[in-house]
């Protein structure tokens, strides 16, 4: 029987999901949860994986988990720190925890309560693998510290999100001193990352239905996310920053061949290559052809077969 996926787009759905009360005023974007008395919570015993579109940071202070990534379990112990990007499965299984942190945001929060360049700062926010660290004492006493200065802002009744986003940065630095510090297979840049793996397995299986002639409408980079439960812009950055494309000029790319070969390969109209496409006639099509390309779609064949016949 195959294990059913819960797909969580919101911290709303969490809650609802874990069964976690919110009893205090809470931030859409941003949740800090403290996971103590586990043996009368959901939270880390749940039997499915599911699947985020949001950040995780979960701080062990006292206790151990496991993880279950693929075929393989990850050990999390005491004064431990794991992160998790949206889009990433998760499953937890609990050992045994005496007090532990989730710390959750969107990239909704990043936006609008960080800095604009948090992704330079802190590149392993685009990685589409888990991290992992443990912190030594004295880091561990800056950690908890940290956490919380943020657990005492979110009780407030009028929450300071502008404050809690510059504590978050500093957490993140901390985290991301401790990355640096310790040798972590794990943490290695994937050249194959599999959001990108991802986007390429969609955007053949759409050119695909297009050129079967099947019509389905035109596909932007919005949509390529959707299918991977990922918020826009992060899809869009983590696109850019392991290929140096965005999703649109792959996406572009991709029309402008498979218009080629059609015009090179096949004997098919220009009319009806560009109605495959979706342009609305034939001079919207030759338009686009010819920006692309400084030629029109009947110049570009007409020259490819003169060169052939030469």
């Known amino acids: 029987m195959e294990t059913k996926i819960e797909m969580l787009k919101t911290l709303a759905e969490v809650r ?23 043996n009368q919570n959901k939270l880390l015993k749940a039997s499915n994986s599911y699947k985020a579109n949001f950040f ?44 532990a942190y989730f710390i959750c945001f969107t990239e909704n929060f990043i936006v609008n309560y960080c800095i604009p360049d948090i992704y330079k700062k802190f590149p392993f926010l685009l990685s589409d693998s888990f991290m992992y660290t443990i912190a030594d004492f004295e880091n561990y006493q800056i950690v908890k510290s940290n956490i919380d200065q943020i657990k005492q802002e979110t009780k407030r009744e009028y929450q300071n999100m502008i404050l809690i986003g510059n504590m978050l940065e500093f957490l993140l630095i901390k985290v991301s001193e401790l990355f640096q510090n310790q040798s972590n297979p794990i943490l290695n840049k994937n050249i194959n990352s599999n959001v990108v793996n991802r986007f390429y397995q969609d955007l053949d299986e759409h050119f695909d239905e297009v050129l079967s002639g099947k019509m389905p409408k035109q596909l932007k980079g919005s949509d390529f996310a959707a299918l991977q439960f990922l918020n826009e812009d992060y899809f869009c950055r983590i696109i850019k920053t392991k290929t140096g ?3 649109a000029t792959w996406i572009n790319s991709r029309l402008l061949a ?39 779609p009947n110049e570009y064949r007409k020259k490819l077969q003169s060169q052939a016949n030469l």
């Open 56 to 99: 995780t940071i979960f701080i062990i202070y006292e206790g151990s988990a496991t993880h279950l990534y693929n075929n393989m379990e990850m050990k999390l112990e005491s004064s431990s720190i794991f992160i998790t990007t949206p889009g990433y499965f998760r499953n937890y299984k609990i050992n045994h925890i005496s007090k």
């Open 258 to 296: 498979e218009a080629k070969t059609l015009l090179i390969e096949t004997s098919t109209s220009i009319t009806e290559i560009g109605r495959l496409f979706q342009f609305t006639n034939y001079r919207s099509f030759s338009r686009y052809f010819k920006k692309q390309t400084t030629m029109t």
């Open 245 to 247: 494309r965005t999703p």
């Open 16 to 38: 609802n999901w874990f069964g976690i009360s919110c009893t205090e005023p809470t931030c859409e974007d941003f949740m800090l949860q403290e996971i103590d008395m586990l």
